[in-house]
T-cell receptor, first 115, second 119 residues
Framework: DQQVKQNSPSLSVQEGRISILNCDYTNSMFDYFLWYKKYPAEGPTFLISISSIKDKNEDGRFTVFLNKSAKHLSLHIVPSQPGDSAVYFC??????????????FGKGTLLTVNP | KAGVTQTPRYLIKTRGQQVTLSCSPI?????VSWYQQTPGQGLQFLFE???????NKGNFPGRFSGRQFSNSRSEMNVSTLELGDSALYLC??????????????????FGAGTRLSVL
């Protein structure tokens, strides 16, 4: 049972345009969400996070939107740059006590930004 | 600050053998989590240690075990290796970062991983 889903395995955009990566979740107990970027042969790198009490969080070119009623979040990258080409993982964390350290990941979306 | 360090980076083992992977967390981080990444299943949580105690466990068989030392360094062991254990094993460390309107914030920082190949 996949609790965090990234339904698009890949996405291709032109440099300078907006990249929108989507993520859906099914577990209502998730209260904190994170996006990670991963290059080949490296570990995931933290990008941006959002807690369930907010609907938007921005950090430079990266903005995450959370729609709790739809159990949907998205990552917007504006403007997209060739260096953004990587696999992007959505992750979620449950409310319950010590389990805040147990992340559930989506399977990732490969973003390719074309010059 | 140095990041999360995992050793070795690459390992080749044969079926039936056992393997031990090592993880040194970011200085000051007391929580260490382990994840398995495979093409088919993505990133899956194995277990998490805090102050030398296993606090959370994922859905993996008992062949997968771990421990944490007093300096927060952690090791993961897989016994009786199977072909399906071939994967990238990632370690992440974390430290509490306060709360935002009641929601605990915490970010896990990952190492580069150990690529295990079982032949």
């Amino acid at each position: 049972d996949q609790q965090v889903k990234q339904n698009s395995p890949s996405l291709s955009v032109q440099e300078g345009r907006i990249s929108i990566l989507n993520c859906d979740y099914t577990n209502s107990m998730f209260d904190y969400f994170l996006w990670y970027k991963k290059y080949p042969a490296e570990g995931p790198t933290f990008l941006i996070s959002i807690s369930s009490i907010k609907d938007k969080n921005e950090d430079g070119r990266f903005t995450v939107f959370l729609n709790k009623s739809a159990k949907h979040l998205s990552l917007h990258i504006v403007p997209s740059q060739p260096g953004d080409s990587a696999v992007y993982f959505c992750a979620a964390r449950p409310i319950v006590g010590g389990s805040i350290y147990k992340l559930t990941f989506g399977k990732g979306t490969l973003l390719t930004v074309n010059p | 600050k140095a990041g999360v360090t995992q050793t070795p980076r690459y390992l080749i083992k044969t079926r039936g053998q056992q393997v031990t992977l090592s993880c040194s967390p970011i200085s000051g981080h007391r929580s260490v989590s382990w994840y398995q990444q495979t093409p088919g299943q993505g990133l899956q949580f194995l277990f998490e240690y805090f102050s030398e105690t296993q606090r959370n466990k994922g859905n993996f068989p008992g062949r997968f075990s771990g421990r944490q030392f007093s300096n927060s360094r952690s090791e993961m062991n897989v016994s009786t290796l199977e072909l399906g254990d071939s994967a990238l094993y990632l370690c992440a460390s974390s430290s509490p970062q306060g709360r935002e309107q009641g929601v605990a914030k915490n970010i896990q920082y990952f190492g580069a991983g150990t690529r295990l190949s079982v032949l």
